[in-house]
């Protein structure tokens, strides 16, 4: 591969060896990373945040401007590291494999298996689909399309027999979880200087939507009762999740909006709040979401819902941490403790 | 009269002092649960560091019921859960007589009502009591014909296990001891599977999250397109389109699909057309503007009866613990047998441990049933002679007590 070509590559997938090696040329010290490299890293951080794919100055030959890029990547995860927010890093890998995908889209079909081979991944080339995968093989990888869940593929003889686009997919999603089961990468082992960097982001991605619910909380525009201040910054993963589907627009499922219902007004969240929170979501209808609500808290008949159990949820394939809790509401409990105690501070 | 529990565990310490429990592998990495009368799990947390000391527990405590975890840790009496140190599992499904819908149950299931004012009672199922609408409880039976399908549903799933997921090894049935069947895959490849790849198994298996449009079922333009590329779950759904057309009646379509029968019975007329149609990636169409709905509903249909009815939380909770095969189960005094041969297995038979000798009881209520291959019963307050095995059934079911 010629060096740009190989650059180029190695700026399109950061898992590869050819970026491994670039960044280990690159001779980067740890305690002096160059500013320029940081914006970019944060640059990648907003893509993330906005959903959008990561951009890249695409056009440019220039071998430092696209080296730059490349080292981005690393120093991106540090960032993310720092921050500790699940949230984001899942918003990170979730554009890293758009990214990933798009450009494995354009691929011809031999650099696709080789990818493969890079993330591990055997594949035998049957006649009549693109290639098969082995089934322990493809659910190493879980997926965010339901189109590519088991049930949805041609399974037969422990192989999954996959499309060309649907190979793309497996290969993108495959890179995003490998990223995702790293991270956060351990605080030790990340450079000190960089954490100053990591806190000021941190405070600045803070969501104008979050920002302007917690505002009208405060201002008393929608209400809550209880103990705690309800905070949105002391949700649990779960929760935060879900919360920040619903403000992104996604159409979650019936049971996600009642678990997420259930959890808000056990938490003490005022009907009329949550309300505001549903009216993002894009099948939001007034009347049926304020009936369906009325019967989660009891007020339409006699049976008050509680939020499901940490059980119920990892069965239902919402739970998307290890909190060592039971209950959503007890990491929600013991979060508020915690804020509150800091504020004291 | 002798008090039932000790009834039961007098007869449980005879079974465990004349026979050993050979189950489960790697024991020393499993925790177990104990139950007493009427208590599936009264403690569990605890272990085992070989079979033979598994055993002399059994021989001194006879448990009424005894669980393990399909679950290996590290250290497995630790609690909480978290402290155990998970090192993976088995792959456990489940089917159980209740959650299959058969025309038996309402011979030999009853209902009584739980609001105490209603008190109504009646025999079959129902979901809500018939008089005040409060909910029941419900008394359940098993019988040949209902087992038997649990059965069926058992062998098509493993049929699937061996065909569509090619796992060959370590596949062990056994029978649950009550109303099911339990299907264990032990193998190391399975053992480190995640729960997420453990929930996608068990969506494919019942058909949960199915899209007709990725699996390539689609309506565009007036025509039904359908997969010709054959496979999994799409070879499933074109076998039983197949099957709907070669072997129903125009009645029974014009119910599945609302059609009616005049329109199903010229659709039908024209089988090899359809056929010939399927096998080059159409659905045939109907008149007018049915097509879409007709074949959709027929789809839908498909995917209800192709549905094995697996117990998801057995499969996807991997802190549960279930019956040990080759104990007793506390409810019926049945053994969970292991099962060499599923087709030839006779649950009411194959799992009696128990004697033909003759015990009094009173019995205060049973249905006809059957057991090693005697019909008993009905009983309605009374005292009746029984072999030791149909005793200690309906005393296990605490529908009867032992008279001395």
């Known amino acids: ?345 | 009269m002798i008090d039932a529990e000790n009834y039961l565990r007098e007869k449980f310490l005879k079974f465990y002092s004349r026979n050993k429990v050979e189950w489960p592998s790697s024991i020393d990495q499993r925790e177990f649960g104990f139950g007493s009368f009427k208590k599936k799990i009264v403690s569990r947390h605890s272990s085992f560091n070989s079979l033979q000391e598994f055993n002399s527990f059994l021989r001194q405590e006879a448990p009424l019921f005894v669980s393990y975890s399909t679950a290996y840790y590290e250290k497995p009496s630790l609690q909480p859960m978290e402290k155990k140190g998970f090192q993976g599992a088995d792959i456990i499904y489940e089917f159980d007589a209740d959650d299959i819908q058969t025309s038996c149950k309402q011979k030999h299931d009853s209902w009584q009502c739980t609001n105490p004012e209603c008190n109504a009672k009646g025999i079959g199922r129902v979901e809500k009591c018939s008089a005040c609408g409060s909910a029941v409880r419900l008394d359940e039976w098993v019988c040949p014909e209902c087992l038997d399908e649990v059965k069926k549903q058992a062998m098509k799933l493993i049929d699937l296990i061996k065909q569509d997921f090619s796992f060959k090894e370590g596949i062990k049935i056994n029978f649950s001891g009550s109303k099911g069947f339990h299907i264990h895959i032990i193998s190391d490849e399975v053992k480190k599977l995640s729960n997420q790849a453990r929930i996608e198994l068990v969506d494919y298996i019942s058909l949960q999250g199915i899209d007709f449009n990725a699996l390539g079922y689609s309506f565009d333009n007036g025509k039904f397109y359908c997969p010709v590329k054959e496979l999994g779950i799409s070879k499933k759904l074109n076998d039983f389109l197949r099957n709907v057309i070669s072997g129903y009646s125009a009645e029974k379509l014009a119910a599945i699909t609302g059609s009616r029968v005049k329109e199903c019975t010229e659709f039908l007329s024209q089988k090899k057309a359809i056929l010939d149609s399927m096998n080059k990636g159409t659905l045939y169409p109907l008149p007018g503007r049915k097509t879409e709905k007709f074949w959709n509903r027929l789809l839908d249909y498909a995917v209800e009866s192709e549905a094995l009815k697996i117990d998801r939380q057995t499969s996807v909770d991997l802190s549960k613990i279930i019956r040990v095969p080759g104990t007793l189960h506390g409810d019926t005094g049945l053994k969970a047998a292991l099962v060499k041969d599923l087709a030839s297995f006779n649950a009411l038979q194959d799992s009696v441990v128990f004697s033909a000798e003759k015990e009094r009881v009173f019995v205060s209520f049973a249905p006809k049933f059957y057991l090693n291959g005697v019909e008993f019963g009905p009983f309605n307050e009374e005292e009746a002679l029984l072999p030791e095995f149909a005793a200690v059934y309906l005393i296990a079911k605490g529908k009867a007590k032992p008279v001395k």
């Open chain 1, 1 to 345: 591969m010629e060096s740009l070509e190989r650059l180029c590559f190695a700026r399109k997938y950061p898992f590869s060896k050819a970026a491994f090696s670039t960044v280990k040329e690159m001779n980067i010290n740890a305690s002096d990373i160059d500013e320029a490299v940081t914006e970019k890293a944060i640059k990648l951080i907003l893509d993330a945040r906005k959903k959008k794919e990561f951009s890249f100055s695409e056009a440019s030959e220039d071998q430092e401007l696209i080296k730059q890029e490349i080292a981005a990547f690393p120093v991106a995860k540090i960032l993310l590291s720092y921050n500790q927010d699940l949230l984001l890093i899942k918003q990170f890998a979730s554009a890293y494999n758009k990214t990933i995908f798009n450009f494995l889209e354009k691929e011809k079909d031999q650099v696709l298996f080789d990818i493969a081979s890079e993330l591990g991944i055997k594949y035998a080339l049957p006649e009549t689909f693109f290639c098969s995968v082995p089934l322990l093989s493809f659910l190493e990888t879980s997926y965010d399309e339901p189109a590519m869940k088991l049930v949805n593929q041609k399974l037969g003889n422990g192989s999954v027999f996959l499309e060309r686009n649907d190979f793309v997919r497996m290969l993108a999603s495959r890179a995003s979880r490998q990223f995702i089961a790293l991270m956060p990468l351990p605080l030790k082992a990340l450079p000190v200087h960089l954490k100053p960097v990591a806190l000021d982001l941190k405070d600045f991605l803070k969501s104008k939507e979050e920002k302007a619910f917690e505002a009208m909380l405060k201002k008393g525009q929608v209400t809550f009762k209880g103990k705690y201040p309800a905070s949105i910054e002391a949700l649990p993963p779960c929760m935060k999740k879900l919360y920040t589907d619903l403000l992104e627009g996604k159409k979650l499922p019936h049971m996600a909006r009642f678990a997420l219902a259930t959890f808000l007004f056990q938490a003490n969240f005022s009907k009329q709040a949550i309300l505001e929170l549903f009216k993002k979501a894009p099948n939001y209808d007034e009347r049926v979401t304020s009936y369906q609500l009325d019967r989660i808290k009891g007020k339409e008949s006699k049976q008050k819902y509680n939020a499901p159990s940490c059980k119920k949820l990892v069965e239902m394939g919402y739970c998307i941490n290890e909190c060592r809790t039971s209950h959503p509401m007890q990491y929600y409990e013991k979060r508020i403790m915690e804020l509150m105690q800091e504020k004291k501070k």
